[in-house]
């Protein structure tokens, strides 16, 4: 894994500690990284720091946007694909078709030694009794698209095109990872997994929740969880535990692509949150091992399923870690980290995910079971505070018995706040909503509500007392008495 630019020019001087328990625990990682498909050994040793990965961005998946090549290769594809399918040969492993065809090579030979009407007689009949046996399966789909390129559905190109983007276009490579995929479907009974109920405590170490600013599906790992012990040892506490573990991986994976929509222009990938706060250090092997082996059956598998994968509340050993896993990773799987340290994971997530959308732990509004906001209520208002200055906040509420309602966040917070309740009647007083006080940096999302007996308004005054400016985030809404 590698870091962004943001976080790789910082790497230098925040890694001191870890180095040597990092380096007792990579021989390992390496030797599971190095049975994934996607992983490359380096001919000359890693670098000592982080290199910087070149930004991420999404390809189209219309024919027209294509270059030149990658048409040519999707054509190919598309041909090899059907003639495997009507050829009853896709899920035929190598050694069996090489050995299938040395078969054919000694029958032939001995053909040949043959009278040739009683040769040709014996290979018509045995064609024919062939022919009666095998039965081809034009209805093979994966993730629920048709895989038979002649049934034209436009979500084949879709699904086509992300086994050639993980093989650099390379045709015959992107074949072998198609058919290797769905070999290992059929082995490790993926379909079957999705009816599967697992332990519900694994909820909370990964689960979907909301989408992105571009509509991507976000899936959730909270590393943290595997902190309880209780947990940790129902997951990875013994050989069939570490497998139901990866069996409730894969459901979850498969839970998000059927959220996808896989056709030309649809959202066709997932954006994954990796939470590694109060995560289990790299001393925990059954842990490491296990997650590295979902990490390999997940980039061998499902290719090009995640649009990026941003990694929040990482703590230091991790990057002496990535600094030395880094080199086996492709440029290409690189290129969608992003890595960020404690207390920058709200800042982090709200360039790719809405405010409204991110979960309250994470610093945003999101709370589970909440159904006071919705889409309809507007969206979410942002104002800048300078360093050393005060802004006021005003919610109009006009209406009298209406209850007013609202959620406010400041990024960092490490500000004086308060709220208060003024009337339109200059003669009337005002009501103190909060008293002022100093906000922990480590203060979450606000959410309050005041009802009025008068018209008037709530006031918010926020006065930073930093050095820095500060970003505030909020939303409001009033409500008839009635409505409650």
């Known amino acids: 894994m590698t870091l962004e630019p943001v976080a790789a020019t910082q790497m230098a001087d925040d890694v001191a500690a870890p180095q040597d328990e990092a380096k007792k625990v990579v021989e390992e990682t390496k030797e599971v990284i190095g049975q994934g498909g996607e992983a490359k050994v380096p001919d000359e040793a ?27 290769a999707l054509t190919e594809l598309r041909s090899k694909l059907e003639d495997a399918i009507l050829g009853n040969s896709l899920f035929e492993k190598p050694e069996e078709k090489k050995k299938k065809t040395g078969k054919k090579e000694e029958e032939e030979e001995e053909e040949e030694g043959c009278d040739g009407e009683e040769a040709k007689q014996e290979g018509e009949k045995k064609e024919e009794e062939e022919g009666k046996c095998v039965e081809v399966d034009r209805e093979i789909a994966l993730w629920g698209v048709p895989l038979l390129p002649s049934k034209g559905a ?17 045709v015959n490579d992107a074949f072998e990872m198609l058919k290797k995929t769905l070999r290992w479907r059929k082995e490790f009974g993926v379909d079957s997994a999705l009816g599967e109920v697992f332990d519900p405590e694994l909820n909370s170490a990964g689960y979907l929740d909301g989408t992105d600013r571009e509509g991507h599906p976000v899936c959730y790992n909270v590393y943290g969880a595997f902190g309880d012990e209780g947990l940790y040892q129902k997951a990875f506490g013994s050989e069939e535990n570490r497998n139901r573990f990866l069996r409730w991986r894969f459901q979850l994976m498969e839970q998000g692509i059927k959220k996808l929509d896989l056709k030309p222009g649809g959202v066709s990938s997932l954006l994954q949150i990796n939470d590694l706060k109060n995560s289990p250090g790299p001393g925990k092997k059954e842990l490491r091992i296990t997650t590295q082996r979902a990490i390999n059956l997940l980039q061998d598998n499902y290719p090009e399923f995640v649009a990026r994968n941003i990694f929040i509340n990482v703590p230091f050993w991790y990057y002496a870690l990535n600094a030395l896993v880094s080199p086996f990773l492709t440029q290409r799987t690189k290129s969608k980290f992003l890595v960020t340290r404690p207390g920058m994971a709200t800042k982090t997530l709200l360039k790719y995910i809405p405010a409204e959308e991110i979960p309250v732990q994470y610093g945003g509004f999101k709370r589970e079971k909440d159904f006071e906001f919705s889409s309809e209520d507007g969206s979410v208002s942002e104002l800048t505070i300078k360093a050393g200055s005060t802004e006021t906040i005003v919610l109009p509420i006009e209406e009298t018995g209406n209850t007013l309602l609202w959620d406010l966040t400041v990024l960092g917070w490490e500000v004086n706040y308060k709220e208060e309740f003024v009337p339109s009647d200059e003669g009337s007083y005002t009501v103190i909503v909060q008293k002022g006080k100093k906000m922990a940096p480590s203060t979450g999302p606000i959410r309050n509500t005041f009802r009025n007996n008068e018209p008037g308004k ?24 009635s409505s409650f």
């Open 46 to 72: 890693g670098p000592k720091a982080v290199e910087k990965s070149s930004s991420y961005r999404e390809e189209s998946n219309f024919l027209s946007d294509l270059k030149e090549f990658e048409r040519k």
């Open 458 to 481: 709530v006031v918010l005054t926020i006065e930073n007392v930093t050095t820095k400016k500060k970003r505030v985030l909020y939303r409001y809404k009033n409500k008839k008495c």
């Open 154 to 170: 436009e979500e084949t190109d879709v699904v086509l095109l992300k086994f050639l983007r993980a093989r650099e276009f390379k």
